[in-house]
């Protein structure tokens, strides 16, 4: 069994030579000081309005339609951007692979923004405040390579402006399979089937927000949308910096 304390230095060595080798400058524009500069922040906009995960249909609050329901257990999706755009890609990859921890705060304001947008616009539903919230669980193998789950930055931001119940280490990731990037669309299915695990007590109705960096299949959302309502949730909400 490999020392925590071990990993911990480890992960400290690694961000010293980033830092070293890779000093803070604007991801889009390369001006020295932040990762993101306020003028190249300004650029990234909330999307006009959201749209059933399925069939693309627009709606205002991002549920999945009633024609698509059957296909899904997440009830819908609230995105932030598209995958497509440069800026949030760039920011997604450079903390997921450059492990630039700090991007997390970011992106973080990003959902946080998109939230309380909805918020304003009543287009969450009414126990929100009562909801829990929880991360998109890394297989162990995987968390212990990169040294952080990217998803529990992102909730534990959100849960710090809204005061939500956030739960970690309950939805659990019990099998380390192939990364679902290298995947396509059908094989993801089979890739994350049986792979989660909930070991928290009985849900009772409760609403839950998970949180992800990025939603391409849905497959991962919708395998942890099935364990969490076998175990007593009420809806299932997606939260993602983009869709893929």
Request: aromatic share 12%; glycine share 6%.
């Amino acid at each position: 069994m490999i020392n925590n304390k071990i990993i911990k230095n480890a992960v400290k060595i690694k961000a010293f030579f980033l830092d070293l080798f890779f000093p803070i400058s604007c991801l889009i524009c390369n001006v020295e000081g932040k990762w993101l500069c306020p003028e190249c922040l300004a650029r990234v906009e909330l999307p006009n309005s959201q749209y059933c995960f399925n069939c693309r249909q627009k709606n205002s609050r991002g549920e999945i339609c009633s024609n698509c329901q059957p296909k899904y257990y997440f009830d819908g999706v609230w995105a932030f951007g598209s995958y497509e755009d440069a800026l949030i890609a760039k920011l997604v990859k450079n903390l997921k692979y450059r492990f630039i921890k700090d991007l997390s705060e970011i992106l973080g304001e990003m959902l946080t923004i998109l939230m309380l947008d909805l918020f304003d616009k009543k287009l969450l539903y009414n126990n929100f405040s009562q909801s829990l919230i929880m991360p998109v669980p890394l297989h162990k193998k995987r968390l212990r390579w990169r040294g952080f789950n990217q998803s529990e930055l992102l909730a534990k931001g959100i849960k710090k402006y809204f005061n939500l119940d956030l739960r970690l280490d309950e939805l659990i990731r019990t099998k380390h399979k192939k990364p679902q990037t290298k995947l396509s669309g059908r094989k993801r299915k089979e890739n994350v089937k049986g792979c989660f695990f909930w070991k928290g007590d009985w849900l009772d109705g409760k609403n839950i927000i998970l949180v992800d960096d990025v939603i391409t299949t849905g497959s991962t959302l919708n395998e942890c949308a099935k364990v969490l309502k076998e175990n007593g949730a009420g809806e299932v909400w997606g939260l993602v910096v983009a869709r893929g």
